[in-house]
């Protein structure tokens, strides 16, 4: 069993104050690994964005696209009531990707100017 790589420290810090108490400070601080610009690149441009939100947004387009299209396709055929039941579920379909979306965007705003700043800056 190999040990999972850390991408978090803990360091503790003792500080002695004046009148002879003292105590810790902890402070989380990055990794080597998590400092690693190739890894950071790598880890959030393909693992996190293509894997945890492309992938996910591209699929749940094509296939609730070609539920809406059947959906659609089918209309001439089924009575008002259930005409007005399919174009419904058409809208809650869209509403489903459009709040995927919604709820990766900050991820993905976040990552990207995480990204951007070490490529301009090498900076964490």
Not at 43 to 55: C, R, S, T
Not at 80 to 104: E, G, H, N, P, Y
Request: aromatic residues 12%.
């Amino acid at each position: 069993h190999q040990a999972d790589p850390q991408l978090i420290s803990d360091n503790f810090e003792e500080i002695q104050e004046t009148n002879s108490s003292s105590f810790e400070v902890l402070s989380i601080c990055p990794t080597e690994l998590r400092r690693n610009l190739l890894y950071i690149q790598y880890y959030i441009l393909i693992g996190n964005f293509v894997i945890m939100v492309l992938v996910p947004f591209v699929m749940l387009v094509i296939l609730n696209g070609y539920l809406y299209k059947v959906i659609i396709s089918k209309r001439i055929i089924r009575s008002s009531t259930r005409q007005t039941r399919d174009q419904k579920i058409a809208m809650i379909l869209i509403t489903i990707v459009l709040i995927f979306f919604v709820c990766s965007l900050p991820r993905v705003v976040i990552n990207t100017y995480e990204v951007f700043h070490l490529l301009v800056w090498r900076d964490l």
